[in-house]
């Protein structure tokens, strides 16, 4: 899974495309609540547009919102938005949603603008 993560005034905004494997999202999560700047964004711009597929299973959707429900410690306000046109991604934030734990707010779009309409974010820097 190819990434790029675009770190804008508010959040951070992160394309990702290809085949997307579970490991993966482990490093990408890891390097943004690593990041200093992770305790002060009110966003994470999931992009997935050119995402062809993503392999998670349901032991690792626990373990993330586990994660989640920790690293909410550090950051109460973020919200996460995932923009995609895949039934199987947004059913996956269904999932993730549905396991009842203390995470993030997490929505799912199937436009840029819509999303970020959402977050009240217009960031120049970041590609549409």
């Known amino acids: ?17 290809g ?14 609540q690593d990041d200093h700047r992770f305790q002060e964004i009110r966003y994470l711009l999931l992009d997935l547009r050119e ?3 993503v ?11 586990t994660a989640d429900s920790l ?14 046109h895949h039934p ?3 059913g996956l934030v ?3 949603a549905s396991l009842g734990m203390d995470t993030y707010q997490i929505r799912v779009f199937a436009e840029i603008d819509e999303a970020r ?3 009240g974010a217009e960031v120049e820097s970041s590609p549409s």
């Not at 993560?5 to 394309?15: D, L, M, P, Q, S």
């Not at 085949?19 to 943004?32: G, M, N, P, S, T």
């Not at 998670?56 to 919102?65: F, I, N, T």
């Open 19 to 32: 085949h997307i494997a579970e490991q993966e999202i482990v490093k990408l999560r890891r390097e943004c």
């Open 94 to 96: 269904d999932r993730y």
């Open 51 to 53: 995402s062809e597929d």
């Open 88 to 90: 199987q991604i947004g």
């Open 55 to 65: 392999v998670v299973s349901l032991a690792h959707l626990q373990a993330m919102a």
């Open 117 to 119: 309409e959402w977050l």
């Open 71 to 84: 690293a909410k410690m550090l950051n109460e306000t973020l919200n996460i938005v995932v923009v995609t």
């Open 1 to 17: 899974m190819p990434y790029q993560t675009i770190w804008e005034e508010h959040g951070a905004y992160v394309r990702l495309y």
